[in-house]
T-cell receptor, first 115, second 112 residues
Framework: EAQVTQNPRYLITVTGKKLTVTCSQNMNHEYMSWYRQDPGLGLRQIYY???????DKGDVPEGYKVSRKEKRNFPLILESPSPNQTSLYFC??????????????FGPGTRLTVT | SQQGEEDPQALSIQEGENATMNCSYK?????LQWYRQNSGRGLVHLILIRSNEREKHSGRLRVTLDTSKKSSSLLITASRAADTASYFC????????????FGTGTRLLVSP
């Protein structure tokens, strides 16, 4: 079954304690992206990756890091989480081709609370 | 940066009625996509309409695109309780390579 998986699904942590949210897709997609969703703000892109070892900032990259060492995996790293990073996080993937985008496949989400 | 703005923010209808949601955007696009999100879950792709298309159908869904007005609409016909969800439009800007910009969504409630 084609899917994007994220772990953990729920996480409560304290300010400053480094954490990683994993994302994996089994569709051989080149493009992967991280979003955060906050009430009234919709989805905002944090980072994206066009392929292995190719990553770039989205609209709200501050406080986050990513890496893309393998095509299927795209972890999101919070080196020193702060309460304003409390949010619902989604990983997504898609094919690439030309200049326009394709449909994105989303993971189930990770609800992060930073106290 | 927010591109798509959905209207209305919330919509409440009875089963069997049609639901129409609108999306307006600001810049030139390659395509526009609609997604559905059940409460707190991942988004599910519904339909993609390219900038040179005016209308597209998928089952009970009908999407229109008017690039001159920079707007799109999503029509769900004969709504069911299972259609209760949030609906988002996402625009693929001409200047943003492969980037989708999501609106804030329309919350649809379909009552039995």
């Amino acid at each position: 079954e084609a899917q994007v998986t994220q772990n953990p699904r729920y996480l409560i942590t304290v300010t400053g304690k480094k954490l990683t949210v994993t994302c994996s897709q089994n569709m051989n997609h080149e493009y992967m992206s991280w979003y955060r969703q906050d009430p009234g703000l919709g989805l905002r892109q944090i980072y994206y990756s066009m392929n292995v070892e190719v990553t770039d900032k989205g609209d709200v990259p501050e406080g986050y890091k990513v890496s893309r060492k393998e095509k299927r995996n795209f972890p999101l790293i919070l080196e020193s989480p702060s309460p304003n990073q409390t949010s619902l996080y989604f990983c997504a993937s898609s094919s690439v081709g030309g200049f326009s985008s394709y449909e994105q496949y989303f993971g189930p989400g990770t609800r992060l609370t930073v106290t | 940066s927010q591109q798509g703005e959905e209207d209305p923010q919330a919509l409440s209808i009875q089963e069997g009625e049609n639901a129409t949601m609108n999306c307006s955007y600001k810049t030139s696009i390659n395509n526009l996509q609609w997604y559905r999100q059940n409460s707190g879950r991942g988004l599910v792709h519904l339909i993609l309409i390219r900038s040179n298309e005016r209308e597209k159908h998928s089952g009970r869904l009908r999407v229109t695109l008017d690039t001159s007005k920079k707007s799109s609409s999503l029509l769900i016909t004969a709504s069911r309780a299972a259609d209760t969800a949030s609906y988002f439009c996402a625009t693929d800007e001409v200047t943003g390579f492969q980037k989708l910009v999501f609106g804030t969504g329309t919350r649809l409630l379909v009552s039995p």
